[in-house]
């Protein structure tokens, strides 16, 4: 994949992530700054989930830890261990919401 086409499906993956918490009913904001999408609660944690370009991988930092994941035919895989990148995206933002979320 060209570095373009991994820009693209990565907003992608950004966008899918704001649209489904414009439809929560918990307060969080989401700030997108360049390579960087900040997922902030109302108890100020952060999730943060950023793509680095050079490795063509997505980057997810929780208070659970920091995972990587890489496209592999149609889905974001932990690159550490097992692990789906929204799968584990859902369960960062429901432990830090307090609150159940999902795609």
Known sequence: MT???FLDVSDAVFA???MALD???FDVDTLRAGNVL???FE???KVIVNRHA???EIWLAARSGGYHYRLKDTQWINTRGDGELYADVATA???HAGAAFHF
């Open 3 to 5: 570095e373009s086409e």
């Open 16 to 18: 899918q992530i704001e």
């Open 23 to 25: 439809e929560v009913e």
């Open 38 to 40: 900040e997922i902030e």
């Open 43 to 45: 108890d100020g944690s």
């Open 54 to 56: 050079a490795n063509q």
């Open 93 to 95: 933002i429901s432990a």
